[in-house]
């Protein structure tokens, strides 16, 4: 008999996928489809997103977790006879997934939505990114008609953002600048209900700044030097300067400050103006200080305005004093009035109620000692304006307003500091003069409210030569920190050092621990990687030293340094 035979082809298998896009939002949910060929029936699907598996055995794949870059592709295995190439594997679909507030730049035009991630326009909540290289390649510029708004603004290393003169940029979170300086000649305007954080590597230039804040008090804090070319202007909220300074330059000024709107903390706000001869210069840069000079002109003069009390002889000075530093510094023959803000009276209203004893007083070495201006014939001042004025001035230095000889201070600080040292933090002060002092006490906060005392050290009594004390805080907090300096007289009265912030990011490498055990004796147990000597001193809640015992040998077993019993029997029960 005859077979006949019939011989099929061998076909190839291949696959292809598709979606509608692959330009999505993040967290959109995206649909891909493999479309097999000479598959056969019921083939199986493998899907894959950067090669790792992922979805299920179909011809559909739905995801909404994909993130910007990932790559799809799908593999199908045919269980047909006479076919080749099993399993396929399909083209590849690389994902572009925008991010809402992402800058992508097509054009340099902020208020188009083309221009930004997932085509929305940033709002109020908005998160916004500004990268080094938009995928359009512009950098965002706010028209001088436009308004612009974000929540934060985050500018990249390289990236820009331009407000031109006419237009706003509404913050209602924080700013981050990595990127260029300058951020425009048009005003940024801090409008949420929380603190405003301005931060980055790189010294902002504002054109003008709005503090209008809902909130209130802090309404701005200083994590990097700003400069203001513009105005600064303190609608509603005050502006920390948390140990960084304002520059208004030769054009800038401070605008509608008052007693709860203003520019407090350590730090300085600054202008520099030229002053011509036998001209009235009122509230220069709206920095609080008027000049006026007589037939020799001063020149360029820079102006600098603290906020921290000074220590003038036995007195304490309000909150504000100013660096005058003009160009042409003797025979000025000036007027200079200081203006202040019932807030910087600090506490001498508690001591001597009556403002109009406020005088002038002038350091012409940064602060360290200081000489009272009571000279009634050229005295004037007005306690309801809120300023001093003097007359008659040779030269400028540093001046600051405090009342005549009433307000004693048991000491005279010269300086207080807190370094980052390594594993530890240095500290060191110096007092010029000292009166009834019993002992100092160092504390420290993370917030710059609640404090705790790290060390104490005794005073010297009654002194009348410079003395400086050092040492270190052992154990330091990790990140941003707040030290200051407490001084307690012999009758417990007792005031403080400005505030000191310190950033450390070293390890700690000793702890002490202290409790009392069953039999009332005081265990302290110090952990140290170090070895070597150490000394336990035991105080009393006034800060008296009752015990001090020397640890000589170290254990290095676990890095534990010592423990030491002290029977309570030991101390004196008062």
């Avoid at 005295?379 to 307003?401: E, G, H």
Wanted: aromatic letters at 8%.
């Amino acid at each position: 008999n005859t077979v006949t035979m019939t011989v099929n082809a061998i076909l190839p298998v291949s696959v292809s996928i598709a979606t509608a896009t692959t330009t999505v939002c993040s967290g959109s949910s995206i649909t891909f489809t493999a479309t097999p060929v000479n598959a056969g029936a019921g083939p199986d699907y493998a899907w894959f997103v950067n090669g790792l598996p992922a979805g299920t055995n179909s011809a559909t794949f739905i995801t909404s977790t994909l993130v910007d870059g990932d790559v799809v592709t799908c593999e199908v295995t045919s269980f047909a006879s006479c076919v080749s190439g099993s399993p396929a594997l399909s083209n590849t679909l690389t994902m572009v997934v925008q991010t809402e507030g992402q800058w992508l730049g097509y054009t340099s035009d902020w208020n188009t939505t083309s221009n930004w991630g997932c085509g929305i326009l940033p709002t109020n909540t908005t998160i916004v990114t500004i990268p080094t290289t938009p995928i359009g390649g512009n950098q965002p510029d706010i028209s001088s008609t436009g308004t612009a708004v974000a929540l934060n603004l985050i500018i990249q290393s390289g990236a820009t953002v331009t407000v031109n003169g006419g237009s706003d940029l509404s913050i209602h979170g924080n700013i981050t600048n990595d990127g260029s300086a300058s951020l425009g000649t048009g005003t940024v305007r801090f409008r949420g209900t929380g603190t405003h954080q301005v931060s980055g590597s790189t010294s902002s230039i504002f054109g003008s700044v709005d503090v209008n804040n809902t909130l209130g008090g802090t309404a701005v804090m200083l994590n990097q030097l700003i400069e203001v070319s513009g105005v600064l202007n303190m609608t509603n909220g005050s502006l920390d300067l948390n140990g960084f300074n304002i520059e208004l330059g030769t054009t800038g000024s401070l605008q509608n400050e008052s007693n709860t709107n203003k520019v407090f903390g350590v730090g300085e706000i600054q202008a520099t103006r030229t002053l011509a001869a036998s001209t009235s210069y009122s509230d220069i840069a709206g920095l609080g200080v008027s000049i006026t000079t007589d037939a020799v002109a001063p020149g360029v003069t820079e102006i600098d305005r603290g906020h921290a009390s000074q220590a003038v002889s036995s007195n304490n000075s309000i909150r504000r004093y100013y660096d005058i530093d003009p160009t042409v510094n003797s025979g000025l023959n000036a007027t200079l009035r200081l203006a202040y803000f019932q807030d910087d009276l600090n506490d001498i209203d508690g001591v001597d109620p009556i403002e109009d004893q406020l005088i002038p007083w002038r350091s012409e070495d940064n602060g360290i000692t200081w000489e009272g201006q009571h000279y009634p014939a050229r005295l004037s001042n007005d306690n309801v304006s809120n300023w001093v004025q003097l007359t008659q001035i040779p030269a400028f230095s540093r001046w600051t307003l405090s009342d005549w000889l009433t307000e004693p201070l048991p000491i005279t600080l010269l300086d207080f500091t807190a370094v980052p040292n390594g594993q530890v933090v240095d500290l060191s002060w110096t007092t010029a003069s000292e009166i009834n002092n019993d002992y100092f006490t160092v504390e420290r906060s993370v917030d710059a409210v609640n404090f705790s005392s790290v060390l104490v050290r005794e005073g010297a009594g009654n002194s009348s030569v410079v003395l400086t004390y050092s040492d270190v805080d052992a154990i330091p907090l990790m990140g941003l920190s707040y030290y200051r300096l407490k001084q307690t007289d012999f009758n417990g009265e007792f005031s403080y050092s400005d505030m000191v912030p310190v950033y450390f990011g070293g390890i700690q490498q000793t702890t002490a621990n202290a409790w009392v055990n069953a039999d009332r004796d005081i265990v302290v147990e110090l952990q140290s990687k170090e070895s070597g000597k150490a000394n336990i001193q035991v105080f009393d809640l006034a800060g008296k030293l009752l015990i001090s015992y020397p640890v000589i040998k170290a254990l290095q077993k676990e890095y534990i340094y010592s423990v030491l019993k002290v029977a309570t029997s030991s101390i004196d029960n008062s």
